[in-house]
């Protein structure tokens, strides 16, 4: 069975809780659920599945504790893993720059590893997102600013589609 780690960066706790949800959804426990604010390139080497979290702060910018540990991923060897995104925006305050953090972290792991999970645009409302490529968002994106009723369902539809690649 492949081993799952999660691995979050948040500064108000949205993406924090999103990452709880997703870990019990699919029977992560908390040992592996990692804050990255606290994690090295090494930590990453356990797993078969990586689940990446941030949200976006500034206009556009990464989570501040994935500006740091971005910077380490090159030394991460993920050729052999999966790796699902998920993010926290807002669609509405931010709606030119919605989301982009999980679009800079999949420009940052492209091409060294498999990614998985990408879905539909559908059903939300923003201009533009660096995390959407030919018309689907690079992973999972959520708004807990103006839809929080939709993202028990939107983490739903997400988990079902990578456990099937899993
Ligand atoms: C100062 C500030 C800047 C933000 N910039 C963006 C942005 O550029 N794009 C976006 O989608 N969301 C933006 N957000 C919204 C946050 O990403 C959103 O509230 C998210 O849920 C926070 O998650 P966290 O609590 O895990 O850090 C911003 C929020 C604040 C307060």
């Not at 539909?120 to 992973?139: K, L, R």
Request: aromatic share 10%; hydrophobic share 35%; glycine share 10%.
């Amino acid at each position: 069975m492949s081993k799952t780690g999660i691995f979050y960066g948040s500064s108000g706790g949205n993406t924090q809780e999103i990452a709880k949800q997703i870990a019990s959804k699919l029977g992560v426990t908390s040992e592996n659920i990692h804050d990255v604010a606290s994690v090295k390139a090494n930590d990453l080497a356990p797993y078969d599945v990586l689940l990446f979290g941030t949200s976006t702060w500034g206009l556009g910018d990464l989570q501040d504790d994935w500006e740091d540990f971005i910077r380490v991923l090159p030394a991460a060897d993920l050729s052999d893993k999966k790796v699902a995104l998920f993010g926290c925006g807002d669609s509405s305050t931010y709606s030119d720059t919605f989301c982009d953090a999980m679009g800079k972290i999949y420009q940052a792991i492209k091409g060294r590893t498999t990614i998985i999970g990408f879905t539909d645009t559908s059903g939300y409302s923003f201009d533009t997102s660096e995390s959407v490529i030919d018309n689907q968002f690079v992973g999972l994106a959520i708004d807990e600013d103006n839809e929080s009723n939709l993202s028990e369902a939107r983490i739903n539809n997400w988990i079902e589609k990578i456990k099937s690649v899993i």
